[in-house]
Every structure is written in structure tokens, then in C-alpha cells.
């Protein structure tokens, strides 16, 4: 009798052993397809931000290709608008002055808009710092509700 107990004990643990077998088997395959997986991810990641950045590098060409054409076409308006008025003057002595002073009130209005928009920048950054400090009072306070006393 003690034969076959050994003998129904060593075919159990060898059906252990081989079950434990399958199932690390079927752990490292697992292991191995979600490698597999992670690559091909990394992989379309790798392909998708190429296009994107040839994408990018397209619209940039276009965006200054068009902004050249805007301000071509801004400095012709302006060529015109200049002749035109020279013509309004039969000196042109008289117009070119005149003209100058156009000239003069157009970058003051520029300078002024350069102004406007630097004190709207420091504004907007004044904002973003106050919601910041917000967000740390109230985290501060989320904290103190949850764990301040414990």
C-alpha cells in the first residue's frame, strides 16, 4: 500500500508540475504579446507624430506664405494710399510732409496697441497667478478636511 500512495503522490505532483508548467507557459506568452503590443503602440506613435510634425511643418510654410501676401498686400495699400494722397497735394514738398505725419500718428497707434496688449499680457498673468493661489488654498483646505485631524 505504501507503494501506491507514493505512486498516486509523485503522478499528482507531476500533473501539478505539469498544470504550473501550462499556466507559466501561457504567463510568459501573455508577457511576451503585451510586449508585442507596446511595441506596435510605440511604433504608430513613432508614425503618427512624424506626420503630424511634416503636417506642422506644412501649415508653417502655408501660415507664411500667407502672412507674407497679407503684409505684401497691406504695404501696396499703403504705396497707394500715399501716391493718392500726394495727389490731393500739387506741391509734393507740401504732401510729403504731410505724408510724414501720417506716418508719425501710424506708429504712435501701433506703439500704443504694442502697450495695450504688454499691460492685458501682465493682467492675464496677474490672473493665472491669482487662480493659482486659489487652487493651493483650496487644496490646502481639501487637505485639512480629510487629514487634519487624523
Known amino acids: 500500500m505504501p ?3 507514493s505512486v498516486k ?10 498544470e504550473s508548467a501550462k499556466s ?3 504567463q510568459v ?3 511576451q504579446k503585451d510586449g508585442l503590443d507596446v511595441a506596435q503602440q510605440k511604433a504608430q506613435e513613432r508614425l503618427r507624430s512624424k506626420r503630424e510634425a511634416e503636417v506642422k511643418k506644412r501649415l508653417a510654410i502655408h501660415k507664411a506664405l500667407a502672412e507674407y501676401r497679407h503684409r505684401k498686400l497691406i504695404s501696396q495699400e499703403e504705396y497707394n494710399l500715399k501716391i493718392e494722397f500726394l495727389r490731393q497735394f500739387k506741391s509734393t514738398a507740401m504732401g510729403e510732409k504731410e505724408w510724414a505725419e501720417i506716418l508719425k500718428i501710424k506708429n504712435e497707434l ?3 496697441e504694442k502697450e495695450e496688449k504688454a499691460e492685458f499680457d501682465g493682467d492675464l498673468k496677474n490672473i493665472r497667478r491669482a487662480q493659482f493661489m486659489c487652487f493651493l488654498v483650496a487644496a490646502w483646505i481639501a487637505w485639512a478636511i480629510v487629514w487634519g485631524d487624523k
Request: net charge negative.
Open 24 to 26: 507559466l507557459t501561457k
Open 3 to 5: 507503494d501506491e500512495f
Open 29 to 31: 506568452e501573455a508577457i
Open 110 to 112: 501701433e506703439k500704443l
Open 9 to 18: 503522490a509523485l503522478t499528482g505532483s507531476l500533473d501539478s508540475a505539469r
